[in-house]
């Protein structure tokens, strides 16, 4: 539906804290999907444990289209973790405001692109200074890009993520307002999902908060999460969780349809990574990956955080090519558009 964005922000104005991991309720959602602990970020758990982003799926059978699919865009394809370390425009930021955070109102409508019919309206607690994707210190409102926003409000447990987003201010620059071509919102504590057919931040209407890669989670040692990846193209279809569908007149099979969950098989040798690495990989492994939005191909998106640079070195002397993946089959039936 949008775009393939590389450059990706961080940026030091609004409380940008890290995702951690703290102890939650066990479920079992069927063999091999039982829910560990549930990261936290702002205090909030991301979503119930049951949630499809906590769910295992290192046991789930291997979808009949999968050699197909993975054979058409990740097959020869290296993994690339779309973070920064010392670059402020990679990575995307999170935004953690407190539950008293003023409101400001939201506009749509942004060079071109408008999805105001799909959103959710505003006021939103989005901080003036909030950081905006592919911005940095010197340059906080970049001009091109997703430009992805993303709050979560303590105490509340809410999230708000916009799309192309940029202030609005006065004439005398002070930011009166956030405009955008697509918003979406969140109750952290419910699975509830965005009406069918519906965007968001991302092209699958999937929130992207849920799916990113901190630096703090991963050293704790375990990710208990899908991740969030892209690749070049989308089926006109998709499955839950997602609710968007990919470019009409996408019809062919090994085209993925959003939300499609992939994984290394359980044989894939983590051993030959360390630390943070070993960590995303197994994560890969048990939670796998989302596939919300076009981009480049195995694009695995995180905060940005000057101590990944071990990992980065790692992953580039030791590529994981993207053949290593396999389909695994949805929850439920593929939708298609």
């Known amino acids: 539906m949008r775009r393939t964005t590389l450059a990706l922000a961080l940026v030091p104005l609004a409380l940008v804290l890290p995702v951690t991991a703290a102890p939650a309720s066990v479920t079992d959602n069927g063999a091999g999907e039982s829910a560990a602990r549930v990261h936290r970020i ?7 444990a ?10 789930r059978p291997v979808w009949r289209w999968s050699d197909a699919i993975v054979d058409r865009q990740l097959a020869g394809h290296d993994l690339h973790l779309d973070l920064g370390t010392t670059e402020e425009r990679y990575g995307i930021p999170v935004n953690v405001v407190p539950e008293d955070q003023p409101l400001l109102p939201l506009q749509f409508g942004v060079d071109g692109e408008d999805y105001g019919d799909e959103s959710d309206r505003g006021p939103v607690f989005v901080p003036a200074d909030a950081a905006i994707e592919g911005g940095s210190s010197a340059e906080p409102d970049p001009q091109e890009g997703d430009r992805h926003v993303l709050a979560v409000r303590s105490g509340t447990c809410d999230l708000v993520e916009l799309y192309a987003a ?39 209407g999937l929130p992207i908060t849920p799916g990113l890669l901190s630096y703090d989670e991963a050293a704790s040692g375990r990710i208990t999460h899908a991740l969030r990846f892209t690749m070049p193209s989308a089926r006109s279809a998709y499955t839950w969780p997602a609710r968007h569908c990919g470019p009409s007149g996408n019809t062919a099979r090994d085209l993925p349809a959003y939300g499609l969950r992939f994984r ?13 690495a070993r960590t995303i990989v197994t994560a890969m492994k048990r939670y796998g990956l989302v596939y919300a939005d076009q981009g480049s191909a195995m694009y695995v998106t995180g905060t940005a955080d000057p101590r990944w640079e071990d990992a ?3 992953f580039r002397d030791r590529p994981l090519d993207g053949r290593a993946l396999e389909v695994v089959t949805p929850w439920r039936r593929v939708v298609s558009c």
Request: net charge positive; aromatic share 10%; proline share 7%.
């Open 50 to 59: 049951d949630n499809p982003w906590n769910r295992r799926v290192d046991r």
């Open 264 to 276: 290394l098989p359980r044989s894939f040798p983590a051993r030959h990574y360390t630390g943070v």
């Open 166 to 204: 940029e202030r609005v201010r006065d004439a005398s620059g002070r930011v009166v307002a956030w405009r955008a071509a697509a918003a979406a919102r969140w109750d952290l504590g419910s699975n509830r999902l965005r009406p069918a057919r519906w965007t968001s931040a991302d092209a699958a």
């Open 312 to 314: 980065l070195d790692q």
């Open 42 to 48: 702002g205090g909030c758990q991301v979503f119930p």
